[in-house]
C-alpha cells in the first residue's frame, strides 16, 4: 500500500519557521520526483518546491524562492520542506505528492495529476 504521511504543520508567527516531513512508503521512493504544493483557503493548488529523485535538481516558484528549501533522504524514504520567514500568505493545507515527472514550475490543478499524494498537513501563520 503506497503511503505519504506529512507531519510538522501548526500555528507559527510571521517570521517564523517550521519543517514539513513526508514519509513515504509502498513505492520506490527515489525513482520519484516529489513535490511539495499547498492550497489556500478559496484558491487553486500552487506547486512551491520539486526536487528530482535523486536530489541534485530543485525548483521553487518566485513566492517562495530564498525562503524554503526542499530536501530528501532516499535512504529513510522521506522528503522535507524547510519553511522560513513565513508569512500570513504562506497559511494553507500542504501536500507532498510524487510524479514520476520533473516539471519546473508545473501547474497543478488537482491532486490527480500526480501519481501519489498525501492527506496533507495545515500551516497557519498568525500572530
Known amino acids: 500500500e503506497v503511503q505519504l504521511v506529512e507531519s510538522g504543520g501548526g500555528l507559527v508567527q510571521p517570521g517564523g519557521s517550521l519543517r514539513l516531513s513526508c514519509a513515504a512508503s509502498?513505492?520506490?521512493?527515489?525513482?520519484?520526483?516529489m513535490y511539495w504544493v499547498r492550497q489556500a483557503p478559496g484558491k487553486g493548488l500552487e506547486c512551491v518546491s520539486i526536487i528530482n529523485g535523486i536530489g541534485t535538481s530543485t525548483y521553487y516558484p518566485d513566492s517562495v524562492k530564498g525562503r524554503f528549501t526542499i530536501s530528501r533522504d532516499n535512504a529513510k524514504s522521506t522528503l522535507y520542506l524547510q519553511m522560513n520567514s513565513l508569512a500570513s500568505e504562506d497559511t494553507a493545507m500542504y501536500y507532498c505528492?510524487?510524479?514520476?515527472?520533473?516539471?519546473?514550475?508545473?501547474?497543478?490543478?488537482?491532486?490527480?495529476?500526480?501519481?501519489?499524494w498525501g492527506q496533507g498537513t495545515q500551516v497557519t501563520v498568525s500572530s
Open positions: 509502498g513505492f520506490t521512493f527515489r525513482s520519484y520526483s
Open positions: 505528492a510524487a510524479s514520476i515527472y520533473y516539471v519546473p514550475a508545473k501547474v497543478a490543478t488537482s491532486l490527480n495529476d500526480f501519481k501519489y
